[in-house]
């Protein structure tokens, strides 16, 4: 790898791990909007997505698309195949939860759910990085 992909590894790293110390703010205090928390799980888990795609050499696409990025690191990392609901389930709090149209209430059940395929999805995608 050269210095250059290291490089944004190391950022996708860094943004995802600030991601990650937000959610665990955030659940933190019971104050906290459910929303918030989903929508920094889907936020961290794409940006681990983008690191591991960026370190194997393949073009990470600008788009929130976790089922996408899924796809492109497939063949590097079969055992992501079973997320893929996951990964729907996350972009749904970061994409369609954005417009009042498509707003709805998410409860305690939900977030913890959430928060699992986070967590299922990093210690993939980390253990691959190390």
Same mark, same amino acid.
């Given at each position: 790898? /050269?210095?250059?992909?290291?490089e944004? @590894?190391?950022?996708w790293?860094?943004r995802? /791990?600030?991601? *990650?110390?937000t959610i $665990?703010? &955030?659940?933190? /205090?019971?104050d906290?909007?459910?929303e918030s928390i989903?929508?920094?799980?889907?936020?961290?888990v794409e940006?681990?997505l983008?690191a591991?795609?960026t370190?194997?050499? =393949?073009?990470?696409p600008?788009t929130?698309?976790?089922?996408r990025?899924?796809? &492109? !690191?497939?063949? !590097?990392?079969?055992d &992501?195949?079973?997320?893929e609901?996951?990964?729907?389930?996350?972009? $749904?709090h970061? @994409?369609a939860?954005?417009?009042p149209?498509? *707003?709805? $209430? =998410?409860? !305690? #059940?939900e @977030?913890? #759910? @959430?928060?699992?395929?986070?967590?299922?999805?990093?210690? =993939?995608l980390?253990?691959?990085?190390e």
């Amino acid at each position: 790898m /050269n210095d250059e992909t290291r490089e944004s @590894v190391r950022q996708w790293l860094a943004r995802a /791990n600030a991601d *990650w110390s937000t959610i $665990e703010v &955030l659940m933190g /205090n019971a104050d906290s909007p459910p929303e918030s928390i989903a929508f920094h799980c889907q936020q961290y888990v794409e940006k681990l997505l983008k690191a591991f795609l960026t370190m194997r050499g =393949i073009e990470a696409p600008r788009t929130h698309d976790l089922r996408r990025l899924v796809q &492109l !690191a497939l063949p !590097a990392a079969p055992d &992501l195949s079973g997320l893929e609901s996951s990964a729907d389930l996350l972009t $749904e709090h970061a @994409v369609a939860m954005r417009y009042p149209d498509e *707003w709805r $209430e =998410i409860e !305690a #059940e939900e @977030v913890q #759910e @959430v928060v699992a395929a986070a967590k299922r999805f990093a210690g =993939i995608l980390l253990s691959r990085m190390e």
